[in-house]
């Protein structure tokens, strides 16, 4: 059986991954929100991730349940960390979400979800503490703290599923 490494990521959730034979690093990040992503490194980063797809829990069982559920499946669900009620999430803005394109204002994110907009990471950096005028464009990357239910709902109005 592969090695698995266990990385505790503080207000995320838990990473698990391990190399395969071929030597591609595989994982699966279990976020405190219960949203689990499988992870695919890159052959020449392996602290890159080429491939990320996230599984909501009844997809996430199906894969196990396909990949014959390994001692790691089984305890997913027992591995939620959290650090006083809050959680921290990164979530990546879809093309026609709802409030792409939209500043932090106009979509009202922190009245209409209760949840804090931290930074907005794009691919040429990131903008700490971004301010009511900051547009959520499509692409980019927002970390959002706050609690479990907020996170849920700021993720749907950010992503189409």
Same mark, same amino acid.
């Given at each position: 059986?592969?090695?698995?490494?266990?990385?505790?990521?503080?207000?995320?959730?838990?990473?698990?991954?391990?190399?395969?034979?071929?030597?591609?690093?595989?994982?699966?990040?279990?976020?405190?929100?219960?949203?689990?992503?499988?992870?695919?490194?890159?052959?020449?980063?392996?602290?890159?991730?080429?491939?990320?797809?996230?599984?909501?829990?009844?997809?996430?069982?199906?894969?196990?349940?396909?990949?014959?559920?390994?001692?790691?499946?089984?305890?997913?669900?027992?591995?939620?960390?959290?650090?006083?009620?809050?959680?921290?999430?990164?979530?990546?803005?879809?093309?026609?979400?709802?409030?792409?394109?939209?500043?932090?204002?106009? /979509?009202?994110?922190?009245?209409?979800? @209760?949840?804090?907009? #931290? &930074?907005?990471?794009? $691919?040429? =950096?990131?903008?700490?503490?971004?301010? /009511?005028?900051?547009?959520?464009?499509? @692409?980019?990357?927002? #970390? &959002?703290?706050?609690? $479990?239910? =907020?996170?849920?709902?700021?993720?749907?109005?950010?992503?189409?599923?």
């Amino acid at each position: 059986m592969a090695d698995v490494q266990e990385t505790h990521l503080p207000g995320i959730g838990v990473r698990f991954d391990f190399p395969t034979s071929t030597g591609t690093r595989v994982g699966v990040l279990i976020h405190k929100t219960g949203r689990r992503e499988l992870l695919v490194y890159r052959h020449d980063d392996p602290d890159e991730c080429a491939i990320s797809v996230d599984l909501d829990n009844d997809e996430a069982r199906t894969l196990a349940e396909m990949l014959g559920a390994s001692r790691i499946i089984e305890q997913l669900d027992n591995l939620r960390q959290e650090v006083e009620g809050l959680l921290i999430d990164w979530i990546t803005i879809d093309e026609n979400s709802e409030w792409a394109n939209r500043t932090l204002s106009d /979509a009202a994110v922190h009245t209409q979800t @209760g949840v804090s907009i #931290v &930074a907005i990471v794009t $691919a040429n =950096g990131s903008i700490a503490a971004p301010g /009511a005028n900051d547009v959520l464009r499509p @692409g980019t990357t927002v #970390v &959002a703290v706050g609690i $479990a239910e =907020g996170i849920r709902n700021l993720t749907a109005r950010l992503r189409i599923n």
